[in-house]
């Protein structure tokens, strides 16, 4: 098996991350954010880089416990918010979710995340206005990759600091800044049933699809490639396949064009166009 | 005879010329009261980097009677100046530029020869590609410009070394990528290790000087620097924040080295154009 090393320079990450969440809440006008803390690692790492980059006080920390939530997972994000000196609130969403859960008894488990995830989009929005806050994504580079979100729920961002660190990476990233350690050492969950862990459900675990994705996005490997330096051809598949049937999470609604300049194809401008 | 060179490591506003231009007037007079006579600016200072749509509108032409070069022409009468903008020619064809002035006086505009369109990268989508590699004559010697990707290949330098340049000022807008367990970015350690090579190869000083700041997720990871003709390291700003860098560069240093190290003067060009001209005549180019 091919030896692929994913170590990053924490240093330089911590640098360039906090530099960046600066730049880009301050250049358009703000100074404060609001960040949805769900006890794992991924927010508590955004948390702590915004912290880091704004001061405590400009962090506005928002737990979203559903009545199904494990209260392990309200109690880890207690402990980051204590360690961090960030403001807190706590909105439960179960009121907000539940009449629409209750509509079908058979609602699928897919379906219930997908609208807890998207009331917590509702949650956060609205606390970025009240805090007059951008919203800090929490998504790291393999969930995105593979489309392990809720289209328009947990995707929901204005910047998104660690988007383009694996989740072996961010784990890195989080010792580095001495996050505290129950957050470090838990397996991974998005919380949204009891029991639930993502590794169990995406059927690999993230140490091996960090590495195959690497070689892949990053390193340009074939698939083929993959395969003779050691990785088995039905995981390369389906990570393969996962990637692509998630290219539109990663996607602005695609416009019909029929004038001469349309916005997604040639009315080109970044986001920090005249700032 | 000494140089007293500033590398201006900036930020920009991304299309805003105006407040760009406030910017430059600014470093150049804190450049002015550290005594520089030659101050340079990063690719692309007047204008920001990722253009894209805006290239047309934030265009200028590098003359006396233009808003924005009015004022910087004025400050080179006291300090030579070397600007990043889009130049737009009279066909209305734009080009990402680099100026240098002096005494009141366009001394030299450089287009940029290569536009990287690939990767992150679009240049080529949205500019027009630069035809010629000149050096000039300043009154600190004889000087070449080139932008960012024009340096990533190896003929530019090589050209402007002929044509009798002791001085390089790169410029760049050069987005840090490539994390990993190094010290610094792939990008970064792949230019210092070319940028150095240069000075070492040709036995010329080198300058690069790179922006910081960000532009949506890109980073520009600035380490603007100096070598001196021997490959050795002058002085280097920080990585990732502002910084004006002044340094003095001992321009005599270019006879102490290449009395020991005569490697121009056995430069042996018409061998290399007999053997360029064969290549380029044959089936084989670019193999």
Redesign the interface.
């Given at each position: 098996m091919l030896n692929v090393?994913l170590?990053?320079?924490c240093d330089?990450?911590r640098?360039?991350l906090t530099?960046?969440i600066r730049?880009?809440v301050t250049r358009v006008g703000f100074r404060r954010v609001v960040i949805g803390l769900s006890g794992g690692i991924d927010s508590a790492l955004s948390c702590a880089l915004a912290a880091e980059a704004l001061g405590p006080e400009n962090v506005l920390a928002v737990c979203m416990p559903y009545r199904e939530s494990s209260s392990e997972s309200l109690e880890h994000a207690r402990l980051l918010i204590e360690q961090l000196g960030v403001p807190t609130i706590t909105i439960e969403i179960t009121d907000m979710a539940e009449p629409l859960i209750r509509r079908d008894p058979a609602m699928s488990k897919v379906r219930k995340g997908n609208i807890l995830a998207r009331a917590r989009m509702i949650v956060l929005y609205d606390q970025s206005e009240a805090f007059q806050g951008l919203v800090v994504g929490t998504g790291n580079k393999t969930e995105i990759l593979l489309g392990y979100t809720t289209l328009w729920g947990d995707m929901a961002a204005a910047i998104n600091p660690i988007g383009?660190l694996y989740k072996t990476q961010v784990r890195q990233l989080a010792r580095a800044m001495n996050l505290p350690r129950p957050i470090l050492e838990k397996p991974p969950s998005a919380d949204l049933w009891i029991g639930q862990t993502d590794e169990d459900e995406l059927g690999f675990t993230y140490a091996e699809a960090d590495k195959l994705l690497y070689l892949l996005v990053d390193q340009r490997y074939s698939p083929e490639e993959c395969i003779a330096a050691g990785f088995d051809r039905g995981f390369v598949e389906r990570v393969l396949n996962r990637v692509r049937r998630n290219q539109f999470k990663r996607m602005m609604p695609i416009i019909a064009k029929v004038s001469n300049r349309t916005v997604g194809y040639?009315?080109?401008?970044?986001?920090?166009?005249?700032? | 005879m000494e140089l007293k060179l500033a590398l201006v490591q900036m930020t920009t506003q991304l299309g805003n010329v105006a407040a760009n231009l406030e910017k430059h007037l600014y470093f150049i007079e804190q450049a002015r009261k550290q005594g520089a006579g030659l101050v340079v600016f990063p690719e692309l200072s007047l204008t920001g980097y990722v253009l894209q749509d805006l290239a047309p509108t934030v265009a200028h032409r590098p003359t006396e009677d233009d808003p924005i070069f009015r004022p910087l022409l004025e400050a080179s009468h006291e300090l030579d100046l070397m600007v990043g903008f889009v130049d737009e020619d009279l066909r209305h064809r734009f080009y990402i530029a680099s100026a240098y002035l002096s005494g009141g006086r366009v001394i030299h505009v450089h287009h940029k020869v290569y536009l990287p369109t690939y990767g992150l990268f679009d240049e080529g989508r949205f500019f027009a590609w630069g035809d010629s590699i000149r050096a000039f004559d300043t009154r600190f010697g004889r000087v070449g410009m080139l932008i960012c990707e024009d340096f990533w290949h190896a003929s530019p330098p090589y050209l402007l070394w002929l044509d009798g340049a002791d001085l390089l000022l790169l410029s760049s807008a050069s987005p840090g990528r490539g994390l990993n367990h190094g010290e610094k970015f792939e990008s970064t350690r792949w230019v210092e290790q070319v940028t150095r090579s240069y000075a070492s190869l040709f036995t010329i000083f080198v300058a690069h000087v790179n922006r910081v700041g960000y532009e949506d997720g890109l980073n520009f990871w600035g380490g603007s620097v100096i070598f001196d003709p021997r490959g050795e390291m002058v002085a280097q700003a920080p990585y990732h924040e502002e910084a004006l860098l002044v340094s003095s560069l001992d321009l005599n240093l270019l006879k102490r080295v290449r009395a020991r190290l005569p490697l121009l003067r056995d430069e042996r060009t018409a061998l290399v154009q007999r053997e360029l001209m064969r290549i380029l005549q044959s089936e084989r180019t670019l193999g």
């Open positions: 090393d170590t990053i320079n330089l990450a640098r360039v530099s960046f730049s880009e383009d040639d009315f080109l401008y970044l986001r920090d166009w005249g700032t | -």
